[in-house]
């Protein structure tokens, strides 16, 4: 079965082609609590999608996965896709007011939860009549629960499926955005995306092998995320290691030490924090490292080379695209672009008149691909707004040379305009956290007494015990001294944490406030 044939469903494509190849016994997950190999996880998913049909889920209806990463989220979110039930995979650190909304607008017929994680799921399961819920055990432990355990759902079902006879233009999941702007936007993927993403970037640019081991400090409910620890280590028959732990520099230490893996995939805060760590080292094996989510600074890419030997290779792409679209090469690395077009995609740069944009300048990044969801869901304004033909505005600000390389500027929503002359706030961020004693930064517009707009920064030491009046200072210099003097930061406030989805991105609107 092909992405090109008229039947295809895309879980039996990604595990299938395993078991054929001979990688029946091959270890293709290791979590917090052991080792899963092919066979087990395609009767784990055939489980799956059997256990969902028997409490009723129709072929093309919900499911709600607010699940951890650990071996049960491949399990249901494959075994659905294989019996024909859409997946709805979702942030696990939203708050509880957050999955009522998730859950209504979804129309999920089933919840599937994480223990640990039932407390903040406890408001929705209660205001939304009629789902079933099925609690799956973690290592990090929830409160106990009345509601059925997904392990005895899954102990009394088939090991037998028959796939549903899908297309590759059938709604195989949706993923909803990360909200770094506001309310999530449920985005409509088909079946055939997962295997173009595989095909496009893991193939062709990252160059995953069946003997790599993967570790995605991304989670699987993100989009970066599911491509690197799901659709592409299935693709070629590679190993993927998850946590169910939350991200820290400790928590990568461990997974370095004890199971070596060849790809690590981040974004560039956690890229930022590790450098930060002096006793931080990685796996001797590692060859590759991926970034997305928010554009890398070019002076932690370059550290990180210097330090440790091998490359980050940053690239953009969006819950909308599934994936990477744009991205640096293995041997084409220049830290501070993002890189070039992902032979497949098309790229283009409109500038703020509505005209294509010529090299150097700058305007909105659109994409035009293979993987672009099929809309938002219950969200005709604003898939009206992103979706044009075979067009996706991303709404990030980019600038294209004459080589093809294309360089951030920012969000289209978080440019400010100051004097009349656009600033983009990633520009100064970048520039703020060059400076020896800043971890991280982020930059919003405030008004001046004159109630005209300038850059405010938040920043976030290394050193708390640093803040002053005089580093402030310091900092407004460096900046200065780094980019044109209109663009420092008119104010320098010192904060304990940058507010960020849990994907990474800035959630600039929060500091707004």
């Not at 919840?111 to 290592?139: C, H, N, Q």
């Not at 991200?247 to 924090?273: D, K, N, Q």
């Not at 091998?310 to 690239?315: A, K, N, P, R």
Request: charged share 20%.
């Amino acid at each position: 079965m092909s992405v090109g044939s008229r039947e295809y469903n895309a879980a039996t494509d990604l595990l299938d082609r395993n078991i054929i190849e001979g990688r029946a016994g091959k270890a293709v997950y290791i979590d917090d609590r052991g080792t899963c190999t092919y066979t087990e996880l395609v009767a784990r998913a055939n489980r799956a999608g059997n256990a969902l049909l028997s409490l009723g889920v129709a072929p093309e209806q919900r499911v709600m996965l607010a699940m951890l990463d650990t071996i049960d989220f491949p399990t249901m979110f494959l075994g659905a896709i294989k019996a024909g039930i859409v997946p709805v995979p979702v942030n696990t650190l939203l708050t509880a007011d957050d999955y009522v909304f998730l859950l209504r607008d979804s129309r999920a017929r089933v919840l599937v939860v994480s223990d640990a994680l039932l407390p903040k799921l406890d408001k929705a399961i209660s205001e939304v009549s009629g789902v079933i819920v099925l609690v799956a055990s973690s290592p990090l432990g929830g409160p106990a629960s009345h509601h059925r355990l997904l392990a005895d759902v899954l102990a009394t079902a088939s090991e037998a499926l028959e796939p549903a006879r899908t297309t590759p233009d059938d709604v195989a999941f949706w993923l909803y955005s990360s909200g770094s702007t506001g309310k999530p936007k449920g985005a409509v993927h088909l079946h055939s995306h997962l295997m173009v993403t595989a095909d496009l970037y893991a193939r062709a640019v990252l160059g995953i092998r069946e003997n790599d081991v993967v570790y995605s400090a991304a989670k699987l409910f993100f989009a970066y995320g599911l491509g690197n620890a799901l659709t592409f280590p299935l693709a070629v028959g590679a190993t993927a290691v998850l946590s169910a732990e939350r991200v820290t520099p400790t928590v990568v230490s461990r997974v370095m030490r004890e199971h070596s893996p060849t790809i690590f995939c981040g974004v560039p805060t956690l890229f930022a924090a590790l450098l930060a760590d002096a006793s931080f080292a990685v796996s001797s094996a590692l060859r590759v490292s991926t970034s997305a989510g928010e554009a890398l600074p070019a002076h932690v890419g370059t550290r990180w080379h210097e330090r440790f030997g091998s490359h980050i290779l940053d690239g953009i792409g969006s819950t909308e695209m599934l994936h990477i679209f744009l991205s640096n090469r293995p041997d084409d690395i220049r830290y501070g672009t993002s890189g070039k077009a992902v032979a497949g995609y098309e790229l283009k740069v409109v500038g703020d008149d509505g005209e294509l944009a010529a090299a150097g300048e700058e305007g909105v990044l659109w994409v035009h691909g293979p993987t672009a969801c099929a809309g938002y869901w219950n969200d005709r304004e604003r898939s009206l707004a992103t979706f044009h033909g075979p067009w996706t505005r991303t709404g990030d600000r980019y600038v294209r040379d004459e080589a093809g390389y294309y360089t951030y500027s920012g969000r289209a929503d978080d440019m400010l305009k100051v004097g009349g002359i656009w600033v983009s706030p990633f520009e100064v961020e970048s520039a703020l956290t060059s400076h020896d004693a800043v971890l991280e930064a982020a930059v919003i517009g405030d008004a001046d007494g004159d109630g005209l707009i300038k850059p405010k920064a938040f920043v976030v030491l290394k050193d708390p015990k640093l803040a002053s009046e005089a580093l402030s200072a310091e900092l407004k210099a460096h900046v200065k001294a780094k980019l044109a003097p209109y663009k420092y930061p008119r104010w320098v406030e010192f904060i304990a944490e940058v507010p960020k989805t849990a994907t990474g991105k800035i959630q600039r609107f929060k500091l707004r406030g």
